[in-house]
C-alpha cells in the first residue's frame, strides 16, 4: 500500500541534507546503534545525492546514492521513521532512486548484516527482496564476525 500524502524530492541542501539524516536515524538505534558509523552516514548525506522523502512538508524518510564504479551505485544508506515504516514508504524512496539511477547505471547494490544475526536485518533483507534485490555474496568479516555482510544486487538494464 503505497501512501499518496508522501512526496519525494531530490535534496540539494547538504546541511539539511546532514540534519535530516542525523534526525531520522537517531529514531532507529537497533539499525544504527553505533556512533561512529551513525556518524559516517551523516557525513556522507553532505556529498551524496539524497532523496527525502516528507509528508506536510516534515522529513520522513531518506534514500542515498554512492557510485561505487561506472556501472554500478550503492544505496548507501536508508531509513524511515519507525511510525512511517510498513507503510510503502521505503518502497517509494527506492522507486524514486532506481528511476534516476536507472539514467546511468547497470546495477544497485545495498550492503546490509547477513540473515540470522539480527531479526531487523533480517526484515531488511526481505524488504530488499521484495524491491527488486537478491542477494549475491556473504563477505564475513568485511565489518566484523558479528555483522557478516550480505551484498545485494538490483540489475537496472544496459
Known amino acids: ?15 539539511a541534507n546532514s540534519q535530516i539524516v542525523q534526525n531520522i536515524l537517531s529514531d532507529l538505534p537497533e539499525w544504527f546503534g553505533l556512533p561512529e558509523s551513525t556518524q559516517s552516514y551523516v557525513d556522507e548525506a553532505k556529498s551524496l545525492p539524497l532523496w527525502v522523502a516528507k509528508i506536510q512538508g516534515k522529513p520522513i524518510g531518506f534514500i542515498d546514492l554512492n557510485e561505487t564504479s561506472s556501472g554500478t551505485a550503492e544505496i548507501s544508506c536508508m ?8 507503510l510503502g514508504i521505503g518502497t517509494q524512496l527506492v522507486a524514486e532512486l532506481t528511476k534516476f539511477a536507472k539514467t546511468r547505471y547497470q546495477y544497485l547494490q545495498v550492503k546490509t ?41 538490483k540489475y537496472l538494464g544496459s
Open 1 to 15: 500500500m503505497m501512501n499518496t500524502d508522501v512526496t519525494i524530492e531530490l535534496s540539494q541542501n547538504s546541511l
Open 79 to 86: 531509513g524511515v521513521l519507525k511510525q512511517h515504516q510498513h
Open 113 to 153: 548484516v547477513d540473515e540470522g544475526h539480527y531479526r531487523q536485518y533480517d526484515d531488511t533483507i526481505r524488504f530488499y527482496e521484495s524491491v527488486g534485490f537478491t542477494r549475491l555474496e556473504v563477505f564475513p568479516h568485511l565489518w566484523d564476525e558479528w555483522n557478516p555482510c550480505l551484498i545485494m544486487v
